[in-house]
T-cell receptor
Framework: KNEVEQSPQNLTAQEGEFITINCSYS?????LHWLQQHPGGGIVSLFM???GKKKHGRLIATINIQEKHSSLHITASHPRDSAVYIC???????????FGKGTKLSVKP | DAGVIQSPRHEVTEMGQEVTLRCKPI?????LFWYRQTMMRGLELLIY????????DSGMPEDRFSAKMPNASFSTLKIQPSEPRDSAVYFC????????????FGDGTRLSIL
């Protein structure tokens, strides 16, 4: 079993829809990261959180430490949100990450 | 800020050749990470450095892979000899060491071994 599981693996949505991507992990962590990888390949860090909720524009990330679960929400989705979203967990102050396999999101106009 | 700079962006070479990937981290960052991304396995940590010292190289596949960080502004990942199964995208990332910090990724090097 992978230490970081994401669902769904693939997601197709219509522009304007509310989107949720889930991440479950089985190891103890100090922080969880959400990353975005565009078709061109570049990786951008969206959020890093260890408790509660963070919001940036139309993106919201939540984490439940007791349940070892995090969600990434996108409100009013747009075709430019099409990308692979990757969940990663960090085990300590050293900073090394364990990655999920990613969720490929396609938002159709 | 120039961000994390990797070179080359693309590399195509024949098996058996030596391959050297380069990374310049963001100035002031004292942690540097090398990752490999493949379709089958996704993103995997190969090795990371704190203050130029290798901390964990357990992700390095085998002795053909080696990484160095001679100073705070430069790191290399070398594969010798290269094999077709080494074909992947290799990312370098950097961050501040203190506590949990977001990692800043380079654009990656797409490596194809023929």
């Amino acid at each position: 079993k992978n230490e970081v599981e994401q669902s769904p693996q693939n997601l197709t949505a219509q522009e304007g829809e509310f989107i949720t991507i889930n991440c479950s992990y089985s190891v103890g962590i100090s922080a969880l990261h959400w990353l975005q990888q565009h078709p061109g390949g570049g990786i951008v860090s969206l959020f890093m959180l260890s408790s509660g909720k963070k919001k940036h524009g139309r993106l919201i990330a939540t984490i439940n430490i007791q349940e070892k679960h995090s969600s990434l929400h996108i409100t009013a989705s747009h075709p430019r949100d099409s990308a692979v979203y990757i969940c990663a967990v960090g085990g300590g102050s050293q900073g090394n990450l364990i990655f999920g396999k990613g969720t490929k999101l396609s938002v159709k106009p | 800020d120039a961000g994390v700079i990797q070179s080359p962006r693309h590399e195509v070479t024949e098996m058996g050749q030596e391959v050297t990937l380069r990374c310049k981290p963001i100035s002031g960052h004292n942690s540097l990470f090398w990752y490999r991304q493949t379709m089958m396995r996704g993103l995997e940590l190969l090795i990371y450095f704190n203050n130029n010292v290798p901390i964990d190289d357990s992700g390095m596949p085998e002795d053909r892979f080696s990484a160095k960080m001679p100073n705070a502004s430069f790191s290399t990942l070398k594969i010798q000899p290269s094999e077709p199964r080494d074909s992947a995208v290799y990312f370098c990332a950097s961050s501040f060491l203190t506590g949990n910090q977001p990692q800043h990724f380079g654009d990656g090097t797409r490596l194809s071994i023929l």
